[in-house]
C-alpha cells in the first residue's frame, strides 16, 4: 500500500534552523508529514549538519491510560520493549545499536505519552527503522515469563532508588489529596510497588494490544536524510504492521477543589521540613489560554529576587533560602505549586503564613508590563535551545502531533506564549489562586512533626519490608505465542552502507589585544552562542579551614556588580533572553553564558561586569551562604551524596584537598567572611589563568574584538598548590548506616591516574566493556540478569592532579552482599582480558558514536574544555580515535592487570546497617567497618561490667 501523503509544509525549505519571520516572531521547522495506511503518522526532517539521524517514536499512551489497581503498566512497557522482539534477541537492543555508533538511545513515559528514541550515524538509519517497526509490530511472539520477570524487578528498583532520596514521597501525597481516585492522575507514572508485582502477562498483553499500534503513533526521522529512502525504508518495515482501532482520546479533566486538603509525612531522609501549597491548575490547550500565562504568574510570583514570595520568606522572615513556583499544564489536568524547603528548625505554619502574607503583597503591590515582557525573551532563547539537535527538533514535531494534531502548533504555542498580556496573569491568579481551595503538605523529618503546618494529619505512605524486595510476580505460566507472520524477511539485519566521514569543526585559535588566548568553533545552524571564561585554581586553592570559598565566591560574582543590584543583574541578563552563570570546581572557577547569537556583545558586556566590577553586597552574601549551608544540610541525608564524598575521602585521603566537597562543609562555610571572598578574588582572579572558548553563530574576528574588551583585570602570578594523596584507608569493606534505607549505595574502587596520564583515555577504552555502556558486564548481570539495580557503571574519574577507579551501583537492599561478591568477582575476571570479538565492538561503538557527539554547542564546548584547560593538543579528538584504532586485546589484558588493582579494592556500602551489615562479614572478605556520614570510623561501644 502507498502511504497517504499530506503535505504541511514545503520541502523546498529543508534548512535545518528555525524560520524567524521578517514581520513578526514566528517559528517553524520545515518538515513534511504523511500518514500510512495503518494509521501511523511519519514526519520527516531534513538536517544536513551532521551526518547523523534521529528516529523519535512517540504513543499516545502514558499512566494516565491505566486504571486502578493496575497502574506503572506504561513505564513498564517502556522497559520491556527494549528486550527482546522476534527478530532482536535478548539483550541487543542497547548491543546492535552501540555497535552501530548510536550516541543516543532512550526512552521515557509520561503521564501522556511513551517515546523511543535513538541518534545513529546516517548509516544506520535502516537498521534503526527495522529495529523500531520489530518492537511496534513482533514483540508478543517473544514476550515471555523471564522477561516479563526481570522487567518487573527492574522497574520496582528504579522505583525504590527515587524513594531512596529525600522527600520523595510529596508527589505521591501530593497526586493523591488533588486528584479523585478516579481521575488519571490519582497515581506516580512508576506505579505502585503492589501494582507492579501483581501484573500479569495477560494484563501486560492487552494493554500492549490497546495501545501500541501504529495507529496510536508517530514517528520522526530527523537528520541528514534522503526522503525518498527513508520513505521507502518506512514503507517497507512499517506499513504491513495491522492497524488497530485508534484508543478513544480522553478529554481534559481540569480538576476544581471543594475543599482544602492538608497533610504531613515524616521522611526519614529529610532533615529539613518542605512545604507544598498546590492549586489545581488547568490543561493544554484550554480555550481561554490559561496554560500559557500560568507560568509567567509563576515566574513573578516567585522566579526571582523581587518576587513577593522571596522577598517574604528568604529575605525578612528567613525562612528558608529559596522558593520554588512553577506552573504544570498536561494533557488531562494541571498543577500550581509553591514549595518551599525550610530551614531546619523552621516550623512550616510559619512557611504557610509567609507564603499567604506574599501573595497578598503581590495583590496589593501587583507587578508592570515589563516584569511580563521579560519572560518573552527567555521564551524565545529557551525554543531555539530546544532545536539545537535533531533529537531535540523530532520531540518538538512528534509531540505537538500527538497532542495538537499537527506539528504546525509549535507555531500556535510559540505565539500564544509571546502574546500574553498583563491582564492575562491578573486573569489567571483571580481565576486559580487568590481564595482557592489548595492542596499543602508538610514534609518534616523522622521525629518532628512539631514542625509541620497546623492541622495537617498524618499520611500514610505504603512501605515495603527490605526483606520482600525482589519479590517476583505470581504468574509464571510458560505462556507461549506463536510467531508473528510478516511478508518480508524481517531475520536479516539491514546492511548498513559505508561509516559516515565524521569531522570534528574546526577549532580556530586567536590572541586578544592584551595578548589572552582565544578558542572557538564557528557553527551556524542555530543563532545561538555559548562562551566560556576559566579560570584555573577553584577550590584547589581554597586555604585550610575555609574549604568552599572559591565556590561561595563563584555563587556572589552574579548577585550584583557595582553599578546594579542583584535584581537588576538579573534582569538585564533575562532582558536579553541569556544566561550567565559562574560556577566553581575542584580546579577552576568558570563563567559560562548563553545567549541569541545577536545578543552575544551585550551578554558578554554583562558577562564584564560581571568579572571586572564585583558588588560584594553583603545582604546577598549571607542569603547565597545561607543557600550552601541549606544544601549542604539536605546532602547529609541523601544516601547517593554520602557514598560518593565519603569514597572520595577514603580513596584520596581525608588530607588530599581532593577529598573535599567543592562545596565545603557546614562548619567552614560558617567561618567564611565577605572580606576571605575578597581576598580570594582579589589574589586568585587574575588574566595569567584566564582561558576564552567560544561556540557557535559568531565568527573568529567578531569573537575576538568582543573578549579583548575585558580589560579590568589584574595580572599577577597565582601559584597552584600541588596537589598529593594523603593517607587513603586500607583495602577492605567500609559501611556507612541510613537506618531503613531502601536500597543500598555500593562503590567499590581505588585510586587512580589523572586524566593527563598517557594511559588516561587507553583506560576509557579498555572499561568499556566492564562497565562504560549499558551493555557492560556489571550492568547486563546486575539489572538485566539479577534484576537487583536499575543501573550499574564503572569508570576512570579525576583531574590533572589526581585520579580514581570506581565501580558503583544502587541496588535493592536485600541484595547488598552478592552485588559486592560479584562486583569483586566481575573486576577480577577483567584483568584476563575479553575478546576480540568483544573488542572490535567496544571499537566500533567508540569510533561511530562520534559522528553524534560533537552536534549541539553543549557537545563541543564540553569537548573543547579539557583541551583547552589541560593543554592537549587541538587534534586530541583525532588523536584519541588513534588510539582506539589501534587498542589490542593485549594491551587491554595489560591495562586491565595495571589498573585493576584488585589487592587494592575499597569497598564501601551506604544502605540499612540492622538487615545488611552482618550479612557482609559472610563473604569473607574482612570485618565490615562502621563509618559514620564523614568516613569517620565508629569504635564498638564497650560495655565495663
Request: proline fraction near 5%; include cysteine.
Amino acid at each position: 500500500m502507498k502511504p497517504l501523503l499530506q503535505l504541511i509544509f514545503p520541502l523546498l525549505m529543508i534548512a535545518p534552523l528555525l524560520v524567524q519571520a521578517q514581520s513578526a516572531k514566528e517559528f517553524k521547522i520545515p518538515y513534511e508529514k504523511y500518514t500510512l495506511s495503518n494509521g501511523m503518522d511519519v514526519i520527516l526532517h531534513v538536517d544536513k549538519s551532521n551526518p547523523i539521524a534521529a528516529v523519535y517514536i512517540v504513543y499516545h499512551v502514558g499512566s494516565a491510560r491505566e486504571v486502578k489497581g493496575k497502574t506503572g503498566f506504561a513505564h513498564l512497557f517502556e522497559h520491556l520493549r527494549f528486550n527482546e522482539s522476534q527478530n532482536i534477541p535478548q539483550g541487543m537492543w542497547f548491543k546492535k545499536l552501540q555497535v552501530a555508533g548510536a550516541s543516543m538511545i532512550n526512552g521515557s513515559t509520561n503521564n501522556d505519552r511513551t517515546n523511543y528514541f535513538e541518534v545513529v550515524p546516517k548509516n544506520a538509519l535502516e537498521m534503526a527503522l527495522w529495529m523500531e517497526s520489530d518492537r511496534m509490530g513482533f514483540l508478543l511472539s517473544k514476550f515471555t515469563p523471564k522477561t516479563f520477570i526481570t522487567q518487573q524487578n527492574v522497574v520496582q528498583n528504579e522505583k525504590r532508588q527515587y524513594d531512596n532520596m529525600p522527600y520523595s514521597q510529596a508527589d505521591y501525597i501530593i497526586d493523591k489529596l488533588m486528584y479523585p481516585e478516579t481521575h488519571p492522575y490519582n497515581w506516580q507514572v512508576i506505579g505502585s510497588l503492589e501494582d507492579l508485582s501483581n501484573a500479569s502477562i495477560q494484563d501486560a498483553i492487552d494493554f500492549h494490544n490497546k495501545y501500541y499500534g501504529p495507529s496510536n503513533a508517530t514517528l520522526v526521522v530527523a537528520g541528514d536524510i534522503d526522503i525518498a529512502q527513508t520513505k521507502t525504508w518506512v514503507e517497507k518495515y512499517f506499513a504491513e504492521i495491522p492497524s488497530s482501532p485508534k484508543p478513544a482520546s480522553l478529554k481534559p479533566m481540569p480538576v476544581k477543589l471543594t475543599e482544602s486538603k492538608r497533610a504531613s509525612y515524616e521522611d526519614n531522609l529529610a532533615n529539613a521540613p518542605q512545604l507544598s501549597v498546590v492549586y489545581a491548575g488547568i490543561n493544554d490547550n484550554d480555550p481561554d489560554k490559561d496554560a500559557y500565562a500560568l507560568p509567567y504568574l509563576a515566574r513573578i510570583l516567585g522566579g526571582s529576587k523581587k518576587s513577593p514570595l522571596y522577598k517574604v520568606i528568604v529575605e525578612e522572615k528567613k525562612l528558608a533560602s529559596t522558593v520554588q513556583v512553577y506552573a504544570q499544564s498536561q494533557e488531562l489536568s494541571g498543577q500550581f505549586r509553591i514549595e518551599v524547603t525550610a530551614f531546619p528548625t523552621a516550623k512550616l505554619s510559619d512557611v504557610e503564613a509567609a507564603i499567604d502574607e506574599g501573595l497578598a503583597r503581590f495583590e496589593k503591590e501587583g507587578f508592570t508590563d515589563k516584569d511580563v515582557e521579560r519572560q518573552k525573551a527567555r521564551k524565545e532563547y529557551a525554543l531555539y535551545s530546544q532545536s539545537n539537535t535533531n533529537l531535540g527538533k523530532a520531540r518538538l514535531l512528534s509531540d505537538f502531533n500527538i497532542f495538537n494534531g499537527t506539528p504546525d502548533a509549535i507555531t500556535e504555542n510559540f505565539t500564544n506564549s509571546i502574546n500574553v498580556k498583563k491582564a492575562d496573569v491578573i486573569r489567571v491568579y483571580e481565576r486559580y489562586i487568590k481564595g482557592a481551595h489548595r492542596v499543602v503538605v508538610s514534609m518534616v523529618p523522622k521525629g518532628k512533626s512539631d514542625l509541620a503546618a497546623a492541622n495537617s494529619p498524618a499520611f500514610v505512605v505504603p512501605e515495603e519490608a527490605i526483606d520482600k524486595q525482589g519479590t517476583k510476580a505470581k504468574d509464571t505460566s510458560d505462556t507461549k505465542l506463536p510467531p508473528i507472520p510478516s511478508k518480508i524477511d524481517r531475520s536479516k539485519e539491514p546492511v548498513k552502507g559505508a561509516d559516515p566521514g565524521v569531522v570534528f569543526p574546526t577549532i580556530w585559535q586567536d590572541k586578544t589585544t592584551a595578548n589572552k588566548s582565544i578558542y572557538g568553533i564557528t557553527q551556524s545552524t542555530l543563532p545561538l552562542v555559548q562562551f566560556a571564561i576559566t579560570f584555573k585554581g577553584g577550590m584547589l586553592l581554597d586555604p585550610a579551614g575555609k574549604k568552599g570559598l572559591s565556590n561561595l565566591t563563584a555563587r556572589l560574582l552574579t548577585e550584583g556588580t557595582k553599578t546594579k543590584t542583584s535584581i537588576e543583574l538579573k534582569e538585564a541578563i533575562e532582558d536579553l533572553g541569556a544566561s550567565i552563570n559562574v560556577m566553581s570546581s575542584e580546579n577552576s572557577i568558570v563563567l559560562v553564558g548563553s545567549c541569541l547569537s545577536d545578543k552575544f556583545q551585550e551578554t558578554f558586556a554583562l558577562a564584564n561586569e560581571i568579572l571586572t566590577q564585583p558588588r560584594w553586597d553583603a545582604k546577598e552574601f549571607e542569603i547565597v551562604k545561607k543557600q550552601i549551608i541549606d544544601g549542604l544540610k539536605q546532602s547529609e541525608s541523601s544516601p547517593g551524596f554520602i557514598a560518593s564524598d565519603a569514597f572520595d575521602k577514603l580513596v584520596y585521603g581525608k588530607e588530599c584537598l581532593l577529598a573535599n566537597p567543592v562545596s565545603g562543609t557546614i562548619q567552614s562555610v560558617n567561618g567564611i567572611t565577605l572580606d576571605d571572598l575578597k581576598n580570594y578574588y582579589t589574589e586568585n582572579i587574575s588574566t595569567d589563568v584566564m582561558q576564552f572558548i567560544v561556540v557557535g553563530d559568531i565568527q573568529q574576528k567578531t569573537a575576538q574584538t568582543t573578549f579583548s574588551t575585558l580589560r579590568e583585570l589584574s595580572s599577577k602570578n597565582v601559584a597552584i598548590p600541588e596537589v598529593k594523596y594523603g593517607t587513603p584507608a586500607k583495602p577492605g569493606l567500609y559501611f556507612i548506616d541510613i537506618p531503613k534505607a531502601r536500597q543500598s549505595v555500593v562503590s567499590v574502587g581505588h585510586a587512580s591516574v589523572p586524566v593527563n596520564s598517557p594511559d588516561y583515555f587507553n583506560l576509557v577504552i579498555m572499561n568499556h566493556k566492564l562497565g562504560g555502556d549499558f551493555s557492560s558486564i556489571l550492568n547486563m548481570i546486575l539489572r538485566e540478569a539479577k534484576s537487583f539495580t536499575y543501573g550499574a557503571r564503572s569508570g576512570f574519574q579525576g583531574n590533572a592532579y589526581a585520579g580514581l577507579f570506581k565501580a558503583n551501583t544502587s541496588v535493592q537492599s536485600n541484595a547488598t552482599s552478592e552485588t559486592v561478591k560479584i562486583i569483586v568477582e566481575e573486576l577480577t575476571k577483567y584483568r584476563n582480558g575479553i575478546s576480540q570479538k568483544d573488542l572490535d565492538e567496544v571499537r566500533s561503538s567508540l569510533l561511530k558514536s562520534n559522528a553524534g557527539r560533537f552536534e549541539s554547542l553543549q557537545q563541543l564546548l564540553a569537548t573543547m574544555q579539557p583541551i583547552v584547560f589541560n593543554g592537549l593538543p587541538l587534534d586530541y579528538v583525532q588523536a584519541r580515535e588513534k588510539n582506539i584504532r589501534e587498542m589490542t586485546t593485549d594491551k587491554l589484558k595489560e591495562l586491565a592487570k595495571k589498573y585493576i588493582q584488585t589487592e587494592k579494592l575499597i569497598i564501601l556500602v551506604v544502605g540499612d546497617k540492622a538487615t545488611q551489615f552482618d550479612k557482609l562479614k559472610e563473604l569473607g572478605i574482612g570485618e565490615p567497618v562502621l563509618l559514620d556520614k564523614t568516613a569517620t570510623p565508629i569504635e564498638p561501644k564497650v560495655n565495663n561490667k
